[in-house]
């Protein structure tokens, strides 16, 4: 059977087959090597972590990739808890400012002085 031609491209189907065959593992090679680097990447980050928790093994790219996802966890968790607690501090101090700003105002109206205007006659 003799090879289809395409209209758009004037190519065979068998020569746009053969093209991808050969192109699909240098495709895949640059994907791993993508994926190994940007675990070696993490590696060294967190290079401390690791040493913490496994001194003298050698650490699997998915020992890399579970100690990642644990540090970011504590991460994120340490994050929220710093925002409550400056949220809570700045809410303790406005109520704290609000609280004296209504003491002056009353130790004001109380005071002889505010409560009646100054006339010289």
Known sequence: MAPTITAATGLSQDHLSLSHKLRKPV??????????????????????????????????????????????????????????SQSLMKNSQQSHCTELHNHSSNCKDKSPVSSAPWRPW
């Open 27 to 84: 495709v895949e090679k640059l994907r791993r090597e993508r994926i190994n680097s940007s675990i070696e990447q993490l590696k060294s980050l967190l290079c401390a972590e690791f040493l913490q928790q496994q001194p003298d093994s050698k650490l699997e790219k998915a020992d890399v990739l579970e100690m990642t996802v644990t540090v970011l966890t504590r991460l994120q968790q340490q994050n929220k808890t710093h925002f409550l």
